[in-house]
């Protein structure tokens, strides 16, 4: 399954956030996959596209994360999944 997460720093907490990355890395469980992220521009949010097998697989992540930053978690796919999935009603 694919994830969007938005990680919100909390409050003074961005170098934290990039020290913490620097010394440890992502820190991901064996089966979470990394696919890409964006930075909001004042550097405050990253958005994240996650692949794990379940919601529950992201919680040991979360937690080594979550006294720096506030997580939205929202399972997502692809346009292209998405619209094989949909059978449109003709008029």
């Known amino acids: 399954m694919l ?3 938005v990680e919100r720093f909390k409050t ?3 170098l934290a956030v990039e020290q913490r990355y620097q010394l440890k890395g992502r820190m991901l469980p064996d ?4 696919h890409a992220s964006w930075m909001k521009t ?3 949010v990253c958005f994240q596209i996650m ?5 529950d697989a992201l919680e040991p992540w979360i937690g080594l ?3 720096l930053v506030d997580f939205e978690v929202t399972a997502v ?5 998405y619209w094989q ?3 449109l009603e003709t008029i």
């Open 3 to 5: 994830f969007m997460i």
């Open 31 to 34: 089966d979470v996959v990394y």
């Open 65 to 67: 994360w979550s006294d």
């Open 77 to 81: 796919q692809t346009s292209q999944q």
């Open 51 to 55: 692949e794990a097998p379940n919601r």
């Open 85 to 87: 999935g949909v059978k």
């Open 42 to 44: 004042d550097g405050s």
């Open 12 to 14: 003074g907490q961005q």
